[in-house]
């Protein structure tokens, strides 16, 4: 007699060990690589902030010199362009690693509506390129006062009842 072994759905579930040898094996915690000079993924890193007056985007560029970045304003789209040299040569020694960014990058992010980039300012301190980006005037939240209504039929009415009515 042949004895017949069933395969069991159970036993075709991972284990929790297996799934999270699976889930670090893939690149989902992989940091972002530079491949032939230009990022792979997003690109560029940026932090972009909103205040009530302006629009704030923070590039992270270190070791990148300012006269080597290009920021443009076109369409409702900002680029964020440059160049890296590449200082080091084939003849001073092969790789065994090389993850240091070198060649061209470039990034460009849609702006909302409402911003004045003609009137925008750049700083570059640190590695860290900063743009600023007024808003608007007609954009720019604005706070309604609220007066107190003085009413004379009030002030009579409360004459009245207090007994000191002239008529």
């Known amino acids: 007699m042949t004895i017949v072994r069933r395969p069991s759905p159970i036993g075709e579930f991972m284990t929790l060990r297996q799934a999270m040898d699976r889930l670090f094996d893939d690149d989902v915690f992989r940091p972002v690589r530079w491949a032939a000079g230009a990022f792979d993924g997003p690109g560029l890193p940026l932090d972009v902030t909103t205040t009530a007056d302006e629009l704030v985007v923070e ?34 020694g092969s790789y065994l690693v090389q993850e240091i960014r070198r060649g061209s990058f470039s990034r ?44 004379a039929n009030a002030r009579r009415t409360a004459e009245v009842t207090a007994g000191t009515s002239k008529s």
């Open 108 to 151: 460009s992010v849609t702006l909302p509506n409402g911003l004045e980039p003609d009137k925008a300012s750049a700083t570059f301190e640190h590695g860290i390129l900063t743009l600023r980006i007024p808003k608007a005037e007609q954009v720019k939240p604005r706070q309604i006062r609220i007066s107190p209504v003085t009413d």
């Open 59 to 92: 590039a992270s560029l270190p070791g990148i010199k300012p006269e080597d970045v290009e920021i443009t304003v076109e369409n409702g789209t900002l680029t964020i362009t440059g160049k890296t040299a590449d200082e080091r040569r084939a003849e001073e």
